[in-house]
């Protein structure tokens, strides 16, 4: 996908109360805007960061410069969760997740298990509709290796944990990570900073619960999936 208007460079002088930030852009002038992740963003939050913001020009908008992108260990990381729904589905189109391109039809946002949203529904002729969750990645503590989660998440527990019902159902599943950025060759499920995610994790895939990761490109002027990579084993979790 393309950023429409190109991004804007600035310096980040601070994230604070998890979606606001300030900044300095490169005319001098110091701006506050929202950020569109209220994760911990561990590791992205440096002050003296550059970083690109999108632009807004609506009335309605208390904010008009929204946080997208910040360099980070010689390379752009892509912050906005808004975004990885998008990216999964060209990544399915450009057939970088399995067999998922084969699918004729998707469908987003759709309700299932316990009062919960699937983001992505595939289905086709003669084939088992797919349930698709998919994560937001940028975290990254080995060079090479990017990680999921950077915090507790019990709303991704409950997530792996319906998948796995959908399974027993006789139903596929897929999680599917989305990194957003390209200094990586694999991903590991970070289970000392998320045990509970970690052991459900594992379930879900003896259950029979797809994973895959697909890292993506980021300029200033794009964002793109373009490859997928290995899910890794080094907490010893099973093989995907």
């Known amino acids: 996908m393309k950023f ?5 460079p600035a310096t980040l002088i601070r994230r604070y109360k998890r979606f606001l930030f300030d900044a300095t852009l490169d ?14 963003m561990r590791g992205l939050t ?6 690109w913001l999108s632009m807004h020009d609506s009335p309605s908008r208390k904010y008009r410069y ?21 990216l999964a589905v060209e990544a399915i189109q450009a ?12 469908r987003t946002e759709q309700r299932y298990g ?17 349930y698709v969750e998919v994560k937001n990645v940028h975290f990254i ?11 507790v998440t019990t709303r991704g527990a409950k997530h792996l944990n319906e998948l796995s019902k ?18 990586c060759e694999a991903l590991a499920i970070c289970d000392d900073l998320d045990p509970g995610y970690g052991r459900a994790f594992q379930a879900a895939i003896a259950q029979g619960v797809e994973a895959y990761a697909v890292k993506c490109a980021i300029s200033p002027s794009h964002i793109t999936p373009h490859k997928a990579v290995a899910i890794d084993l080094s907490y010893d979790q099973l093989m995907i």
């Open 27 to 40: 005319s001098g002038e110091e701006i506050t805007g929202f950020c569109p992740n209220t994760g911990s």
């Open 4 to 8: 429409n208007p190109e991004l804007v």
């Open 141 to 151: 503590r080995t060079k090479g290796l990017a990680e999921f989660p950077d915090s």
């Open 166 to 183: 959908l399974v027993q159902s006789g139903k596929r599943a897929v999680m599917l990570y989305i990194i957003q950025r390209d200094d």
């Open 66 to 86: 929204g946080f997208e992108l910040i360099e980070a260990e010689n390379t752009l990381v892509g912050v906005n969760t808004a975004l990885p729904n998008k």
């Open 95 to 106: 057939g970088l997740v399995g067999d998922l391109a084969d699918y004729t039809a998707l």
């Open 46 to 51: 440096a002050p003296g960061s550059r970083i």
């Open 114 to 130: 316990e009062n919960s949203r699937i983001d992505l529904l595939l289905s086709g002729p003669d084939r088992q509709d797919c």
